[in-house]
């Protein structure tokens, strides 16, 4: 049974901790001499060398030696009796935070040239030139023995029996500290390769190398969190300080661990990837060529990897009808999701409309965004009976130029999201099945009378979601040779020709920059007649970094419609979340109880539009604080439009995770519900399928799936905010970035958290909506 401690001795024993400054004398000692080395080593070789020895390593190497310092002599080692999150916390700093610092440092040449020259020439020197101390240190400070050794320690010393060894033990405690710490700084340093070092494996490798690190720790990490007992025994019989419970206490410091260790890793994996795949931009200068701009010079793509000639998804993708195969297919999956839910079996979670909408379709569209380009757009079932309106030969009409943002698109991105849960669509068959039969009827009305593809470029509101989440989309179409373009009189890509019509969306090819408005239709590839257009892998923070003016977009710097569009996404994706936990949901009912007319329908809207407005107000006050900090010469609107695309990743991390919860929910579904659609349909040779044979899943692994794709959209938000500071405030950038990274870092918190929520999966009850009209126990 675990000791129970009155408030008065709980508060002693943490006053006593609070004192319990530990100062080891000769460590300390140790410390100070290495510094006072380094420094008088760093003076003399900034002087002569001060592009490889800036100030800043310098500080760095500090900054390690007196992390490592506190890591040791703090309360924390005293607390770290008491507390296995205290314990996490100090084998973090030796293991991640003071190695990197010490290297990034270049310590090499300023520890050797502040030592005494006499102490170099009669004992270092003889010293390191002994062969079998060459080859030791050769093997050492190799890779894969680096990798070896510092996860081997980090898993072996966390092993319930050697970690007991050491809680019991002052001397094995420290030795496995001196573990952690010497290994730690073999494995940065093949990360880092402080200067004058040289790599051994290709810089590529380092990628791979931190990942499958950060996979380690994530493991034991879970193994931690989700274990349901507490693992080590000292913990349990030990005296219960900050009211917190040994289990509790472990699943804490397994999720810090989980945060902080994936973070540590992550983050320089990301810089590497960036700093690997940077190049030069685009051209610098735009120069006429009739009523078109090229812009020149535009790097050649002509040696990079193009997708649309591999074997068989190329032939697919340039195939004259290739792409109506594949709105073939979608049609009558779409037909046959629009005729089961008008059939009487209006049970959402046995109903193709239910399940299949909102549960796969969803999911898989957003993470093929993510990971392989907008494959929806490009396989979009509304657009063939689009075709059947443009054969009519009624599309006389342009669509109006006070019309041609984005803000239609918002506006019904907006209601529909007001209408998820008013209406309950996610939950009501019949209501999906007439919204789809709604979109087949818009996108024939607008283009059967419009030229051009106006109803997916300002209309509907599933292509706005997707041109932005294409944003960061790792593929794009690119012309091959920017000379050929330049040559060419003809400008079929955009124009068209007899066999093949050009572009829809007024995209030209050699000034198109990233994903933004195209549908991947691959008419401008098959109407090109100098076979000059492929289809490119790219970094995924290029098409937002990059401010050019871009065809039919102009500079995504000027366009506060797109910043709109992009930061109602991100809050939806807060919002969608949240009303599926509890806490979210309280929080729902609170704010509207407070409304005297929440009962109404412009109420209820309300309710829903409000923290939306409230969140947008914030984000434009937070870019004018940015402005003004910075001292930019930019005007204020850049940075708010710019910005708020920065946020993008991390809003589609969070919606990723979330549609992966239902996508992996609803799987073993799948063939249930296509055979319960066929049985309702009429086939009366399909028998009904047994529901209750459903495979089930595992929470704690789809967890690690969820929190790895929300990492990457936080590091790689901060990675841009870093980024856009360097290009707005080059003179003040730590000004600007300062309050942007804060704010993601605190938007990231409160995803993890809801994530951490237990899920509920929604009912015939419409609990959401119900939660915003509690009004005198009525509900509409």
């Known amino acids: 049974m675990v000791p129970q401690l009155s408030t008065a001795s709980s508060s002693a024993i943490q006053q006593a901790l609070a004192s319990s400054w530990a100062i080891p004398p000769w460590t300390t000692l140790l410390l100070l001499l290495t510094a006072l080395v380094y420094l008088r080593g760093w003076r003399k070789g900034h002087a002569l060398r001060p592009g490889e020895l800036p ?142 070092s040289r790599s051994v494996w290709s810089r590529w490798a380092a990628v791979p190398y931190l990942i499958t690190a950060d996979l380690v720790n994530t493991g034991l990490s879970a193994f931690l969190a989700f274990s349901g007992r507490v693992l080590y025994p000292t913990y349990a019989a030990s005296p219960r300080i900050f009211d917190i419970s040994a289990l509790n206490d472990q699943i804490a410091a397994g999720a810090f661990m989980w945060v902080a260790g994936s973070t540590l890793y992550l983050v320089p994996a990301v810089a590497i990837v960036f700093h690997l795949l940077s190049s030069p931009r685009y051209r610098q200068h735009a120069k006429p060529a009739g009523k078109f701009v090229i812009l020149q010079p ?256 102009g500079s995504l710097a000027g366009r506060i419609d797109i910043a709109v569009l992009t930061l109602v996404l991100i809050f939806a994706a807060f919002a969608n979340a949240a009303v599926m936990v509890a806490p979210g949901r309280r929080l729902l009912q609170t704010f509207a109880s407070r409304l005297p007319f929440t009962a109404t329908t412009f109420g209820s809207a309300f309710a829903v539009a409000f923290p939306f407005i409230l969140a947008l107000a914030i984000f434009v006050l937070l870019t004018r604080m940015m402005h ?51 049985h309702d349909l009429g086939l009366s040779a399909v028998t009904l399928p047994a529901w209750n044979s459903m495979a089930t899943f595992s929470g704690a692994s789809l967890l690690q799936f969820q929190l790895a794709l929300l990492d990457g959209g936080l590091l790689l938000a901060l990675y841009l905010g870093w980024r856009l500071s360097c290009q707005l405030a080059p003179d003040r950038r730590w000004s600007a970035c300062a309050p942007f990274s804060l704010t993601t870092i605190a938007l990231y918190a409160l995803a993890f958290w809801l994530l951490l929520q237990p899920m509920e999966m929604r009912n015939m009850m419409n609990m959401a909506w119900s939660l915003l009209e509690p009004m005198a126990g009525n509900s509409v």
Not at 95 to 116: E, F, N, Y
């Open 628 to 678: 003004r900090s910075s001292r930019s010469t930019e005007p204020t609107r850049t940075f708010f439009t710019r910005y708020a695309l920065a946020l993008l990743p991390l809003g589609l991390g969070l919606w990723a995770a979330h549609l992966l919860f239902h996508l992996v929910t609803s799987l073993p579904t799948i063939p249930l519900v296509f055979l319960q659609a066929l």
């Open 298 to 553: 535009k790097p050649s793509a002509a040696t990079r990897f193009d997708i649309l000639k591999l074997p068989v998804i190329g032939y697919l993708l340039r195939a004259r009808y290739g792409r109506q195969m594949l709105q073939a297919v979608s049609l009558l999956l779409i037909a046959l999701v629009i005729a089961h839910g008008l059939m009487p079996n209006q049970m959402a979670a046995m109903n193709l409309a239910g399940v299949f909408t909102w549960n796969i379709v969803r999911a898989l569209a957003l993470l093929a965004i993510l990971f392989a380009g907008n494959l929806f757009c490009m396989a979009c079932p509304f657009m063939l009976p689009r075709e059947v309106g443009h054969r009519l030969g009624l599309a006389r009409f342009r669509w109006p130029s006070w019309l041609r943002l984005k803000w239609i698109g918002i506006a019904l991105i907006a209601v529909f999201f007001f209408s998820y849960e008013r209406f309950s669509l996610w939950d009501n068959p019949t209501r999906t099945a007439w919204l789809l039969i709604a979109y087949f009827a818009t996108a024939f009305a607008v283009d059967t009378f419009f030229k051009g593809a106006s109803f997916c470029k300002y209309v509907c509101p599933i292509g706005q979601f997707n041109f932005a989440a294409s944003l960061v989309s790792p593929i794009t179409l690119d012309v091959s040779s920017q000379s050929t373009c330049t040559a060419c009189t003809t400008r079929d890509c955009i124009r068209g020709n007899p066999q093949q019509r050009g572009c829809e969306l007024d995209l030209y090819l050699p000034q198109k920059v990233g994903n933004l408005d195209c549908t991947l239709c691959m008419d401008c590839v098959k109407a090109c007649p100098h076979d000059n257009i492929g289809l490119y892998p790219r970094s995924p923070a290029v098409d937002i970094l990059d401010s050019h003016p871009r065809s039919s977009l």
């Open 55 to 196: 100030s800043w390593r310098a500080a760095c190497f500090f900054f390690g030696l007196a992390s490592l310092w506190l890591a040791i002599a703090s309360p924390l080692d005293a607390l770290s009796r008491f507390l296995l999150l205290a314990h996490m916390v100090q084998h973090l700093v030796l293991m991640t935070v003071a190695p990197p610092l010490l290297l990034l440092g270049a310590p090499s040449v300023p520890l050797l040239r502040g030592l005494p020259r006499a102490l170099i020439q009669e004992f270092l020197g003889p010293l390191l030139s002994i062969r079998l101390l060459r080859r030791a240190a050769h093997i050492l400070l190799h890779p894969a023995f680096a990798w070896l050794a510092m996860n081997i320690a980090y898993l072996g010393w966390h092993v319930p029996a050697a970690y007991e060894l050491t809680l019991r033990s002052d001397a094995w405690h420290e030795f496995e500290h001196a573990c952690f710490f010497i290994t730690s700084l073999l494995f940065w340093w093949t990360v880092l390769q402080p200067w004058p």
